[in-house]
């Protein structure tokens, strides 16, 4: 990926890491919703795939600054991977909320 400027904050790479992190949020809690063994947990499902999103955003990032692979880890990366997830559990909440 080319070097994005600082001040601009909404470009491709912001895009794609919201969208990819966005996806998986969407995904991990409509398949926690259908797996027999979290069916206790269900009403956490949403904290369970936030913190665990988010920190599997984090710890690629801090990967991405310790191995010398040509790769940058970025705090706005990591900014846009959450941002991505709070966007797909707003979804997920809303279809919950007015689909049942």
């Known amino acids: 990926m080319p070097e994005t ?3 601009e904050f909404l470009s491709f790479d912001t895009a794609a890491h919201a969208f990819v992190f966005w996806l998986l949020a969407v995904l991990a809690v409509f398949s926690a919703g259908r797996q027999r063994w ?3 947990l269900r009403k956490h499902a949403f904290r369970a795939v936030f913190l ?4 599997m955003g984090a710890g690629i990032e801090v990967l991405q600054m310790w ?3 040509g790769r940058n880890g970025e705090w706005s990366d990591m900014l846009s991977d959450s941002l991505g997830v709070v966007l797909g559990l707003l979804l997920m909440w ?3 909320r007015f689909w049942q």
């Not at 665990?52 to 920190?55: E, F, K, L, R, W």
């Open 52 to 55: 665990g999103t988010v920190a």
């Open 38 to 40: 979290f069916a206790g």
């Open 94 to 96: 809303t279809v919950k």
């Open 5 to 7: 400027p600082h001040w």
């Open 67 to 69: 191995m010398d692979l």
